[in-house]
């Protein structure tokens, strides 16, 4: 299907990887790897993100933003020699703590700030958001949406 569709980058969610998982089973041909396993932050089982970034494309991961701990990875996509956007895949579990949250949330507000183009996937567990109403049925909700445009 990436080859069909002519797809360059994927982002995936709860790819449940672990230290004893190596980067070769995530692999998908003419693309290069980035991944972070949710065991990087604590020790609970699931979660995990990965981004996909087609090999011929110039990518490199965007360190600062990578070593928060929430589940995300940020990626640099290079579209030519200057210009690149940036490129991010996260996971918020429906039972994340506050903190996690607030690190999360720190990424965007820190991406933001880069002034580049921002492509962000994810699974933000956020059920009860209505984005047409800009209305969330819980705080947490609504502080997503908040911070959303906010931001972008």
Same mark, same amino acid.
């Given at each position: 299907?990436?080859?069909?569709?002519?797809?360059?980058?994927?982002?995936?969610?709860?790819?449940?990887?672990?230290?004893?998982?190596?980067?070769?089973?995530?692999?998908?041909?003419?693309?290069?790897?980035?991944?972070?396993?949710?065991?990087?932050?604590?020790?609970?089982?699931?979660?995990?993100?990965?981004?996909?970034?087609?090999?011929?494309?110039?990518?490199?991961?965007? @360190?600062d933003l990578n070593s928060k701990h929430c589940e995300s990875i940020w990626t =640099?996509?290079?579209?030519?020699?200057? &210009?690149? $956007?940036?490129?991010?895949?996260c996971y918020k579990s429906p039972d994340a703590d506050e903190k996690e949250i607030?690190?999360?949330?720190?990424?965007?507000?820190?991406?933001?700030?880069?002034?580049?183009?921002?492509?962000?996937?994810?699974?933000?567990?956020?059920?009860?958001? @209505?984005?047409?109403?800009?209305?969330?049925?819980?705080?947490?909700?609504? =502080?997503?949406?908040?911070?959303?445009? &906010?931001? $972008?």
């Amino acid at each position: 299907m990436l080859d069909e569709h002519d797809i360059d980058v994927v982002g995936l969610t709860e790819t449940r990887g672990r230290d004893d998982i190596m980067d070769t089973e995530f692999d998908f041909a003419s693309f290069k790897l980035f991944r972070k396993d949710r065991s990087m932050m604590n020790y609970k089982k699931g979660g995990g993100v990965t981004l996909y970034v087609r090999d011929s494309l110039l990518s490199m991961p965007c @360190d600062d933003l990578n070593s928060k701990h929430c589940e995300s990875i940020w990626t =640099k996509v290079y579209v030519n020699e200057i &210009d690149y $956007f940036i490129a991010r895949v996260c996971y918020k579990s429906p039972d994340a703590d506050e903190k996690e949250i607030d690190e999360l949330f720190n990424c965007f507000k820190e991406a933001t700030d880069l002034n580049q183009s921002i492509i962000i996937m994810g699974d933000f567990n956020y059920r009860t958001t @209505d984005w047409k109403q800009l209305k969330a049925d819980d705080v947490r909700g609504q =502080k997503f949406i908040k911070l959303t445009m &906010d931001c $972008f």
